[in-house]
C-alpha cells in the first residue's frame, strides 16, 4: 500500500511499505550508495528494511528517483536523491514529510547518522548534531537529533 503524498510538475512524493516501495527504491540506493559512495553491497541491504515505513520520488515518467526510511523507533535512513535530482527540494520534501508522519504516529524525536557533508542539510531542517564523529562504511557521520528532549 502507498499513499500520495505531495505533487509538483515534475515529480512527486509516495510513502508505503518495503513491499510496495522496494522496486524503485533498491536501484536509487544502488546508485547512491554503492556505485557513488562505495558502500559495500553487504551492508547496504539490511534486516531493517521489510520493517521500516518507506518514501519514494517518482518522476513523471515513473521512473525512482529518490528515497529514504523511518525505522519503528524512529531513526530516519538510506536518504537518497539521485544526482541530477538534487538541489531541488526533494530531500527536504522527503525529510519534512517523515517528520509529519512520525508526529502523527506520536513520535516526537527522531534521530539520525548524517554523513558529515550533509549535516548542513539536516540543520536547516531542525536536527542538531550530537556527540563525536565516528565511521560507518567508511563515512564519517554524525548523530543528530530532533524534536523533544533533544541531547536527551
Ligand atoms: N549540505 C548543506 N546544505 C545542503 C546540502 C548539503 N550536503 N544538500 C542540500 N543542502 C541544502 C540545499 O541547498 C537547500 O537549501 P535552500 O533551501 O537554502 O535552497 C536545502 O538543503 C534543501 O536541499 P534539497 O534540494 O532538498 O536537498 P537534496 O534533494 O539535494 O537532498 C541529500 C540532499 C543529502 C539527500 C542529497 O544530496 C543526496 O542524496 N546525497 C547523496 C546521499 C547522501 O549523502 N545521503 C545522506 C546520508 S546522511
Redesign the pocket.
Known amino acids: 500500500m502507498t499513499t500520495m503524498v505531495e505533487d509538483t510538475r515534475s515529480w512527486h512524493l509516495r510513502h508505503g511499505d518495503w513491499r510496495a516501495l522496494k522496486d524503485h527504491a533498491i536501484p536509487i540506493r544502488h546508485a547512491?550508495?554503492i556505485l557513488?559512495?562505495n558502500v559495500p553491497e553487504s551492508l547496504e541491504l539490511d534486516e531493517l528494511d521489510a520493517n521500516c515505513h518507506h518514501w519514494l520520488v517518482l518522476d513523471y515518467q515513473g521512473s525512482g528517483i529518490?528515497t529514504g526510511r523511518l525505522t519503528p523507533t524512529g531513526h530516519i535512513?538510506?536518504?537518497?536523491?539521485?544526482?541530477p535530482?538534487?538541489?531541488?527540494?526533494?530531500?527536504?520534501?522527503?525529510i519534512k514529510d517523515m517528520l509529519r508522519y512520525a508526529r502523527e504516529n506520536g513520535r516526537d524525536r527522531i534521530v539520525?547518522?548524517?554523513?558529515t557533508?550533509?549535516?548542513?542539510?539536516?540543520s536547516?531542517l531542525g536536527f542538531v548534531a550530537e556527540g563525536p564523529e565516528f565511521d560507518d562504511a567508511g563515512i564519517p557521520?554524525r548523530r543528530m537529533v530532533y524534536g523533544r528532549h533533544q541531547g536527551a
Open positions: 547512491v550508495f557513488e559512495q529518490a535512513g538510506r536518504l537518497a536523491v539521485l544526482a535530482w538534487r538541489g531541488q527540494g526533494i530531500g527536504r520534501a522527503i539520525l547518522n548524517a554523513q557533508h550533509a549535516i548542513g542539510f539536516y536547516a557521520h
